[in-house]
């Protein structure tokens, strides 16, 4: 069963930067791709990045795109967003996501990690 566990969201100022981390255990290269959605209280979910586990190729959604990077460490399981320039619309809980390119599907999530930013 795969499980996603997200860490190292925070609060930080506009323009600040942060580093997410999702540690996947019972990971299979069954799923197309592993990423990152994020979700406001009241708002659909936005999925904002994607890399292939087949080819490593990366995808971001244009509000995030040259502000955030996805990147893998296949030797420990992890996947990372690193995310810079941030902006007060970027506030979310960050989930790390499991599916389908470009999510077509999503198949499983974590339970998240809070992303602040705040004056």
């Known amino acids: 069963q795969v499980q996603l566990v997200e860490s190292g969201g925070g609060l930080v100022q506009p323009g600040g930067s942060l580093r997410l981390s999702c540690e996947a255990t019972g990971f299979t290269l069954d799923y197309p791709a592993i990423g990152w959605f994020r979700q406001v209280p009241g708002k659909e979910r936005e999925g904002i990045s994607l890399?292939?586990?087949?080819?490593?190729?990366?995808y971001y959604a244009d509000s995030v795109k040259g502000r955030f990077t996805i990147f893998r460490d296949k030797a420990k399981n992890m996947v990372y967003l690193e995310m810079k320039d941030l902006k007060p619309e970027d506030t979310a809980v960050y989930h790390c996501?499991?599916?389908?390119?470009?999510?077509?599907?999503?198949?499983?999530w974590g339970q998240g990690t809070q992303v602040t930013v705040s004056p």
């Open positions: 996501v499991t599916g389908g390119w470009e999510f077509a599907w999503y198949d499983y």
């Open positions: 890399i292939s586990t087949s080819d490593g190729r990366t």
